[in-house]
Structures are given as structure tokens and as C-alpha cells.
């Protein structure tokens, strides 16, 4: 969707015709949920991950991002959510650079999504995804998608993975990352049943968070070092299908990851008590036979990933959960992509 409008501005003395282009597109991306997490930077220079990660892309959690490029704006302008948002700009611009290049013109960024920003819910992984993909098209530099993850990845790590969809496979190469659709959405149509148990932006933001850990963390090395089993593991659950197999390697990878946050200095505890009281929800499920896990990033919401069959029961026992202040369900789908925004 992406149109080229040449107006001619205006004559000065000598009359010499100018002209503006403005190039826009619209994208759309889907937020993920790692099931083997993504935790540390190789090193502070570099934006490459420390480890390998596994995530599932969701379905009806989106950002839509529109990019317009226009030679007589006067610099970058960022609108998240009807709001002017300098904050995040520095950061958007530094992307816009890397997808377009540094000559590039100035451009006008609007982002909304349809769920809450900045509480572990990997908003920065829809919007960075969906944002390279509109720039992509919009400056017609025609990357590739794994170059389109890579650029994704360098903004946010988790990112790279909300270009492709389903089960998506971040693997670390020696200076890149290379990314694999494990399983289409539609090949293991899994549920996800988030449980919102506070809103409102987290206390440290991931970046810092892993950097704390990287070099604080007495459990970091031990976490780096058994990521490789762990991605086996759960590339072996899902090529069988088995939930069973994958709900324990999901489980265990996401405690061992925030217990490298507990050993941290200073700590860092993303869980409130309702979070907990979600973990006992679930595991009181589990003992009923309902096919169900948990996960947690860097927030205090609790994502119960579950088979179709029993996400009615999920949903019912999280939102009569003590604390729960609203749950949302979501199947699992594509990546990012174009819309028409007419
Ligand atoms: O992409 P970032 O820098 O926001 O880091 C994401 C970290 C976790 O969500 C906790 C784990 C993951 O792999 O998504």
C-alpha cells in the first residue's frame, strides 16, 4: 500500500519548481510470547541476544503502524496512541535509519494498539516489527524478511520474532540471527488466555533489566549455557505436538529466567502476589488434568497457554482469580504484514 503524490510547491524568483514526495504504508504485527525466553545481550556494544528463543505469535493482539515519508516535514514526529510520544522517538528514528538509511527524509509515525502498552505484553515487539515492515515498503528498499527481522531485532530482540508467525525459532549465529517458522499458526492451533494483574509501565525497562543481569546475575552463565537443551527441547515438543513435553520446558526456562532476575543486583521481581496466585490457578488446573502452562516476561502478567478444548475453563478460572483485573484470549497467528489504511 504504498503511493508516491508529487505536487509541485510553489515558484520563487527565479522560478525554479520543486517538488514534494511523500511515500507512506501502513503495517500491522502481532505481538509474541516467548516460550524459551530471550534474556541478555551477547555484550554492551552489541545488539545481538546472549541465547537462542522459541515464541508463539498471537493472533488478535495487534499494532498498527503507519509511516509517512515526506522530504518537507522537518524532522521525525511519533504519535503512539493519540498521544505525541518523544520519549520512544530517538529509538524509532534510530530504526527508521537502519531499515532506510541516514539520508533518508523525515518522517510522521503513528502506532496504535489495541492493547496495553508497556506492561510485559511485548508491545515493543509488535510495533518494531511493524514498523520496519511499513518503512520497508514505504521507502521501497525491498529488504528481505530475514533482513526485516534482523533490523526488528536490533531495536527490540524480541521483536525479530513478530515477523514470522506461529511457532517462530530465533537462532544466534556468530554475528546475526537467523529465524525459522517452526509450525504455522494453523498446524497447532494453541490458545493464550492473558491475565492482566496490574496495569500501567514497568518498573525497570528489559534492556537495562538484561544488562543487570549480564553482570550481576551469579546464575547468568549457568542460564546462557543451558539455553541450547532447552531450545532442543521444546523444537522437539513441537515438531510432536506433545503439550505435555513443551508446557514443562516452557515452565521450567521461564523460572530459571526470572531466578536469574531474583539474583540480580539490585533484584529485580516482576511478579506481584495476584501473579502468584495465577501460577497456583494454573497449577491447580494441571492437577485436574486441563492441558495448560504458564508463562511470564518482564511484567506481572501471567500468559496460560492452552489447548482449544480447554480455553473456556482457562479463561473462567483466571478471571475469578483474586487480583485479575481482566483476562484476554487469543489464538495464535501470522507475522507481520501490509494493511490498506484507506
Ligand atoms: O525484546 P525485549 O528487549 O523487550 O526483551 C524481551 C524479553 C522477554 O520478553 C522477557 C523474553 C522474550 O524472549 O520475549
Not at 514534494?20 to 530471550?38: E, G, S
Request: with cysteine.
Amino acid at each position: 500500500n504504498h503511493r508516491f503524490s508529487a505536487a509541485a510547491l510553489g515558484y520563487n524568483s527565479p522560478p525554479v519548481p520543486t517538488t514534494r514526495t511523500t511515500m507512506r504504508a501502513t503495517a500491522r504485527a502481532q505481538p509474541n510470547i516467548a516460550l524459551i525466553k530471550y534474556w541478555g545481550k551477547r555484550d554492551t556494544e552489541q545488539t545481538l541476544p546472549a541465547v537462542g528463543s522459541i515464541s508463539i505469535t498471537l493472533a488478535d493482539l495487534f499494532t498498527t503502524i503507519r509511516v509517512e515519508f515526506d522530504d518537507a516535514f522537518q524532522g521525525d514526529s511519533l504519535v503512539v496512541n493519540d498521544a505525541e510520544n518523544a520519549a520512544m522517538l530517538p529509538r524509532v528514528s534510530r530504526c527508521l535509519d537502519a531499515v532506510v538509511g541516514g539520508e533518508r527524509a523525515h518522517a510522521a509515525i503513528t502506532s496504535k494498539s489495541n492493547f496495553p502498552i508497556a506492561a510485559g505484553l511485548a508491545s515493543s515487539a509488535s510495533a518494531f516489527a511493524a514498523l520496519v515492515v511499513a518503512a520497508d515498503v514505504a521507502a521501497q528498499t525491498h529488504h528481505s524478511r530475514e533482513r526485516l527481522a534482523g533490523l526488528a531485532g536490533q531495536a527490540s530482540g524480541s521483536a525479530a520474532r513478530s515477523i514470522y508467525g506461529g511457532f517462530v525459532e530465533l537462532a544466534n549465529q556468530d554475528d546475526a540471527i537467523a529465524l525459522t517458522e517452526l509450525c504455522p499458526a494453523a498446524g497447532w492451533p494453541l490458545c493464550v488466555v492473558v491475565a492482566i494483574t496490574a496495569t500501567g509501565p514497568k518498573a525497570v525497562g528489559s534492556t537495562e533489566a538484561m544488562e543487570t543481569s549480564r553482570e550481576t546475575s551469579p546464575f547468568y552463565a549457568r542460564w546462557v549455557a543451558q539455553q541450547q537443551a532447552d531450545l532442543d527441547d521444546a523444537r522437539e515438543a513441537i515438531a510432536a505436538k506433545d503439550f505435555a513435553r513443551l508446557a514443562a520446558v516452557a515452565e521450567h526456562n521461564c523460572l530459571k529466567m526470572h531466578s536469574v532476575m531474583w539474583a540480580s543486583r539490585p533484584p529485580m521481581v516482576y511478579w506481584n502476589a495476584t501473579t502468584l496466585e495465577c501460577m497456583d490457578a494454573v497449577r491447580r488446573m494441571q492437577s485436574e488434568g486441563v492441558p495448560v502452562f504458564f508463562t511470564i516476561d518482564a511484567g506481572p502478567q501471567l500468559k496460560a497457554v492452552c489447548e482449544p478444548s480447554a480455553v473456556e475453563t482457562v479463561r473462567q478460572r483466571l478471571a475469578a482469580t483474586p487480583g485479575v483485573e481482566a483476562v484476554m484470549v487469543t489464538g495464535l497467528g501470522g507475522g507481520a504484514g501490509i494493511i490498506d489504511d484507506d
